[in-house]
């Protein structure tokens, strides 16, 4: 082996030394919640297709959505079990560290470094502070739900750090943004061909499922949801390949089919598992509704993602498919073009979506709704990474708006109406894309002009029927 390939293997971080792909710990971990996955995803299949030929789910389509109203039981958990394969699995981030709801990974990060940090490794390299609060829930939560062994001290060493997950946002309900826009203002699709090894599911965001159903008292003044805890027994969790036994729980967890959630949490009245259900079939693309037709979310329905979580450490650029940078926060601002410079520099395709800002305070959840079917690919990007068909004239259009929303951030916080503004100002000359689905396009590509193409990586051939079969 030649010397450089050994300084290469040993590199240090900040003084550490890079971390395997996945641990031993973490492979034995995978390969014990595989099995159990498996078995309670088989278990779970009979409950699945008496559900999905219930009446609640039967009168539910026929008021959303007709297409699906008489598609068989089997068909649909087939379309259902294409669909979640297919869907990104995302992990929003924050632009820079100021202001961070907890330590993470920012561009700087993602730019230098040789893997993907989760947020343990992120707070060590950022100095952070690991007692209390948010990160304190995490902490049991990994523990109690996918068995990772507890820290000796009160923080993490740089090895115990190495062993924990990734958080991501499952988006099967094909939110622009990916991820919740109050999680950070980038979101980082994976290649899921890459690291499907390390996903594993649970049916719910567990920081929420740690404070409602796994601790007593909540850290800082959020106050946890009212969740259905018991509709997730033994907290079995899921992989790719085998979830059928999350799929009720993630229906019914925030929910059952006469709960009325007390404020902060009902922010469109009364609120059912048909809520959820609707949800699922309306913007899942289970349905043959159009990505730019599906309807608005509120913020809790929003939340009701499955959470596909990586257990290892994804090496860069190769795990990461593409970014999304959030429009409202980071369009027109030095930390998008950071993020320009870091999509440039590791060759991934950069997208900008709308993703309204949904806040986690509570007393701010009201009434708070977003479209989330709002995406376009950078222009410039795109023709540099992309067969994208960039309109001739959008990188120019595209610059034309950056720098008139610049110029209004120079004086003050932009309003809805400013965003709203400035995206109908980019207008229809802009490659507007929707997320991938289970039946089109291949592993190479990267979302669906909206127009009907693939958007796919540059130099690679579109893939044959029997390439895309095994590929969804």
Known sequence: MKSSTLFALFTLV???????EQTSQQRALFAEHRARAQAQSASATPKVLEFFDSPL??????????????????????RYRAEARAAEIAHAFPATSIGAMWPDVTIDEVHKEPWFLNEWQAGLLQQSNFSGGPKAVNDLTQQQI????????????????????????????????GSLPG???????????????MVLIAPHDTGQYGMACLHEGVPGNFTPPPLNCSVWPGQVLGTLDHLDHLILPNLYMAYNTSATLPFPFNTSGNLSVRNSIRALFQRSAIS????????????????????????????????????????????GTPE???????????????????????????????????????????????????DAAVPAGAAATFEEVWSKTEEARASRKLTEADVAEAWSLLGPGQVRVAPLTAEVCGDHCVALDVRGACVCL???????????????
């Open 458 to 472: 540059k130099d690679h051939a579109p893939l044959g029927a029997s390439e895309l079969a095994l590929v969804v």
């Open 146 to 177: 996918y068995g990772c062994r507890p820290f000796a001290g009160t923080g993490p060493t740089w090895k115990e750090a190495a062993e924990r997950l990734i958080y991501i946002a499952h988006n099967m309900l094909r939110l622009d943004f």
């Open 336 to 386: 998008g073009r950071a993020l320009q410079r870091l999509a440039a520099h590791r060759a991934w395709p950069l997208f900008w979506a709308v993703g309204s800002y949904m806040p986690f305070q509570p007393k701010q959840m009201v009434n708070t709704t977003t479209t989330s079917n709002r995406r376009l690919a950078d222009p410039a990007n795109a023709a540099n990474f992309t």
């Open 288 to 331: 043959k509704v159009a990505y730019e037709d599906i309807p608005p979310l509120d913020f809790w329905a929003s939340f009701q993602f499955l959470e596909a979580n990586l257990l290892g450490n994804p090496r860069l650029p190769a795990s990461v498919k593409y970014l999304i940078g959030n429009f409202q926060e980071i369009f």
């Open 14 to 20: 900040g003084g550490q030394s890079i971390p395997a």
């Open 57 to 78: 789910v039967r009168q539910t389509l026929r008021h959303c959505c007709e297409d699906l109203a008489e598609e068989p039981a089997e068909s649909l958990l087939r």
């Open 183 to 197: 999680f950070g203002d980038v979101t980082a699709v994976f290649n899921t061909t890459l690291v499907r090894d």
